[in-house]
């Protein structure tokens, strides 16, 4: 489901050349009798025959089909498409691109999806993985979509995202579907799901093209369960998905405008909202979907960690990814320039405020990447931790200026080293050390010392 459509026809140009040509696909997965495809399927893929959609019902266990690109924009072969489907026996879906831009927006966008839809359709989807909204919050506008989904149908309605924006943008909201259909390229998605998009690249024979496909996690919901039609009784999950809850003292959030109540119950004022503050203290707690309160500097209240999230922010100099991240050309993360860092790699860069002023990004030599604290941690300690000692995880040396030039080395501290610290201090390039109870300075890299 990309979001630059011109890309993908020249994508699928190049792979229908490579088929004439007979060029093996890496990670292709040809469709056969004990394999049955669920593939997603929009204009792209082109206005289908007869014969085609004969030759299909074989091939899959459902199809998922593209309806409108927000409420602006009218996928060409729907309707021709669907009709096909019906006509044919296959089982199938309709799906909205989001564009909304706000809850308001969001519900006219479920009206146009749901009135251009073809009422034989066994479940309803929103694919959410574009976040357009410039007024409230995501989570309010993919709920308003739902809300507005659920008085004009009793149909399931199922949310799609990659795994790293559904979790991000929407995850308060995303529960109330029936069930949540997950991409994730690399692995199988760690949060809940019921269908698993996992390639790009499964090769249709009836339609002679690659097709997106996914898999139906049976252990969820039976394949039964998609192609059935009307539930009266929705099967909603029981498990909680908690909120990212892994915060530390020192760190930026951003307050969702949301958050009209902090951790005791107590009211936020709006005005204190939609605001950044330092978190000073953190403690674990299980509410709600939290499994963390934090106290915020400024706010000087303890909210839930559902109520905010994490950025980095300020002059770092280096970052270690916890999840392989997109390169864009733009710091609003719209452009991917086809470049990516993978979970491991630690990233030089420097923070930056998007456009919008509620986030941050992180400016490398190849691009931006989100400074989301979810899929980096800073490579430097920040703030001096409450015991004041430092552990050296391997040799390190003590420096008699913070320039760290060799000419300053002082003493070499062997590995297991424990080393009483006073103050963390940081350079202009953001890189940051440590100043010694001695008088000397060491570095703050994570890599290098443990608090």
Avoid: C
Wanted: charged share 15%; proline share 1%.
């Amino acid at each position: 489901m990309s979001t630059h459509l011109w890309a993908k026809r020249v994508a699928q140009a190049a792979i229908a050349v490579s088929a004439l040509m007979g060029i093996a696909w890496g990670g292709q997965t040809v469709a056969n009798a004990s394999t049955l495809a669920i593939p997603d399927i929009s204009e792209w893929q082109g206005k289908l025959t007869a014969s085609q959609v004969a030759n299909l019902k074989s091939q899959v266990s459902f199809v998922i089909n593209r309806r409108q690109y927000g409420s602006s924009y009218q996928d060409l072969y729907a309707a021709n498409n669907t009709a096909l489907y019906v006509k044919y026996g296959i089982p199938f879906g309709e799906y909205d691109y989001a564009r909304f831009t706000s809850a308001t927006s969001a519900k006219q966008e479920a009206k146009d999806f749901y009135n251009r839809s073809n009422k034989s359709a066994q479940f309803y989807v929103l694919d959410f993985e574009e976040n357009d909204v410039t007024s409230g919050t995501t989570n309010a506008a993919v709920k308003a979509w739902y809300d507005e989904m659920s008085a004009l149908t009793n149909k399931k309605l199922v949310f799609y995202s990659y795994q790293s924006f559904a979790t991000s943008y929407a995850n308060t909201a995303r529960q109330s579907f029936d069930a949540q259909w997950i991409a994730n390229y690399s692995y199988t998605p760690t949060i809940a799901h019921a269908l698993w998009q996992y390639t790009d690249h499964n090769y249709l024979s009836a339609l002679g093209e690659y097709t997106d496909n996914s898999k139906a996690v049976t252990s969820v919901q039976p394949v039964s369960w998609w192609t059935d039609g009307v539930t009266t009784a929705l099967t909603h999950t029981t498990t909680t998905t908690y909120a990212y809850s892994s915060y530390k003292k020192g760190q930026h959030v951003y307050l969702h405008t949301g958050a009209t109540k902090d951790a005791d119950g107590n009211a936020i004022a709006a005005s204190d909202r939609q605001k950044f503050y330092q978190v000073t203290q953190v403690k674990s707690v299980t509410q709600s979907k939290s499994q963390q309160a934090i106290y915020l500097e400024g706010l000087n209240k303890w909210v839930l960690s559902e109520d905010v999230t994490g950025y980095w922010v300020g002059q770092h100099g280096s970052f270690n990814l916890k999840k392989k991240l997109y390169v864009y050309s733009n710091a609003s993360l719209t452009k991917k320039t086809g470049s990516y860092y993978v979970a491991g790699d630690t990233v030089a860069g420097k923070v930056v405020k998007a456009s919008s002023g509620k986030s941050y990004r992180i400016k490398t030599k190849l691009g931006y990447l989100s400074a989301n604290t979810q899929f980096s941690d800073h490579a430097y300690y920040e703030s001096l931790g409450t015991n004041k000692v430092i552990t050296s995880k391997k040799p390190v040396y003590e420096y008699t200026s913070s320039s760290f030039k060799k000419a300053n080395r002082a003493t070499k501290v062997a590995k297991g080293t424990t080393l009483t610290v006073t103050a963390v201090k940081k350079r202009l390039t953001g890189s940051r050390y440590f100043v010694l109870s001695n008088g000397k300075y060491v570095t703050a890299q994570m890599a290098y010392v443990t608090e």
